[in-house]
């Protein structure tokens, strides 16, 4: 019973490297999220994906492009990494709106040197 | 004025006492609110829903005053379990974001 699977965990990058980060969701729900955590900050939302086929920007997108693969998966790519992007990113999904719940991956802690 | 505002804390507290977290939000919009919880270097986790005639599960008690647009929870008996952050989290109808707050630090101490 997975859940909401996210690789890498760790990754340390230099100022200027790209990377994906990578979900899956096994639960077959429709809406998926890329949020990030700070310290001495809520979880902020960089993009959302309400349904398969669709993507949106949330409260920080800049910076941060997405794909929404299929039903299963939604990447977060970092083009051009900066320091600022030093943080702990989080995949959710949820089932609908109505459902009102999302259920988080582990994270990926990432710094940007 | 921050859309979502806790209490950091820390809360230190002993084993059997009774604690209250306090949650204000500034959008008078919100529809839905939660408690997430989120061990340390975890994920957030749905703790409860907060309904607009208060609930209760187990130990934990969330109420909802949308007059004042303040949500409270009240553990009861803490166990050392219990110690973890806890996240306050509003959503507007119909949208797909969640805000929450910088959440609220627990720790049970024996």
């Known amino acids: 019973n997975a859940g909401v699977t996210q690789t890498p965990k760790f990754q340390v990058l230099k100022t200027g490297q790209s990377m994906t980060l990578q979900c899956a969701q096994d639960?077959?729900?429709?809406?998926m999220y890329w949020y990030r955590q700070d310290p001495g900050m809520g979880l902020r939302l960089i993009y959302y994906?309400?349904?398969?086929?669709?993507?949106d920007k949330g409260e920080v997108p800049n910076g941060y492009n997405v794909s929404r693969l299929n039903k299963r998966e939604f990447s977060l790519r970092l083009e051009s990494a900066a320091p600022s992007q030093t943080s702990v990113y989080f995949c959710?999904?949820?089932?609908?709106?109505?459902?009102?719940?999302?259920?988080f991956g582990a994270g990926t802690r990432l710094s940007v040197l | 004025r921050k859309e979502v505002e806790q209490d950091p804390g820390p809360f230190n507290v002993p084993e059997g006492a009774t604690v209250a977290f306090n949650c204000t939000y500034s959008?008078?919009?919100?529809?839905?609110f939660f408690w997430y919880r989120q061990d340390c270097r975890k994920e957030p986790k749905l703790l409860m829903s907060?309904?607009?005639s208060g609930n209760e599960d187990g130990r934990f008690t969330a109420q909802l005053n949308r007059a004042s647009q303040y949500i409270s929870l009240l553990i009861r008996d803490s166990k050392l379990s219990d110690s973890a952050t806890y996240l306050c989290?509003?959503?507007?109808?119909?949208?797909?974001?969640?805000?929450f707050g910088k959440g609220t630090k627990l720790s049970v101490i024996p």
């Open positions: 959710a999904s949820e089932d609908n709106l109505a459902k009102n719940i999302q259920y």
């Open positions: 639960m077959n729900h429709n809406s």
């Open positions: 994906s309400a349904s398969e086929g669709t993507t």
């Open positions: 959008n008078s919009a919100s529809q839905s």
């Open positions: 907060v309904y607009s």
């Open positions: 989290v509003v959503r507007g109808a119909g949208s797909y974001q969640l805000t």
